[in-house]
Nanobody
């Protein structure tokens, strides 16, 4: 059974930081490109960042320079370090594992940025 379990979400004031984790089981983690997506209320799901099996990273323009994605294959875990958070970063953040044509999703973790 494949499981992607996100953690680390919560409430933070603008300018603050959070670190999200996504623990993966049931697949050969090291072979999958891992990504983070987010969905704000009333909006479509948005791609945030991805890290390939060779650890190449890509970011949405809206988070570039503030967010960092990383992976730890020994722990089957992908991380998203989020700094300088803004109210517009408020969303449910979900991790995604992709090895075409297969992909898996986690349930998501809520991140709320407000004063």
């Amino acid at each position: 059974q494949v499981q992607l379990v996100e953690s680390g979400g919560g409430w933070v004031q603008p300018g603050g930081s959070l670190r999200l984790s996504c623990a993966v089981s049931g697949i050969a983690f090291r072979l999958y490109t891992m990504a983070w997506y987010r969905q704000a209320p009333g909006k479509q799901r948005e791609w945030v960042a991805e890290i390939t099996i060779t650890r190449n990273t890509n970011y949405a323009d809206s988070v570039k320079g503030r967010f960092t994605i990383s992976r730890e294959n020994a722990k089957n875990t992908v991380y998203l370090q989020m700094n300088s958070l803004k109210p517009e970063d408020t969303a449910v953040y979900s991790c995604n594992a992709r090895l075409a044509p297969t992909e898996y999703w986690g349930q998501g973790t809520q991140v709320t940025v407000s004063s």
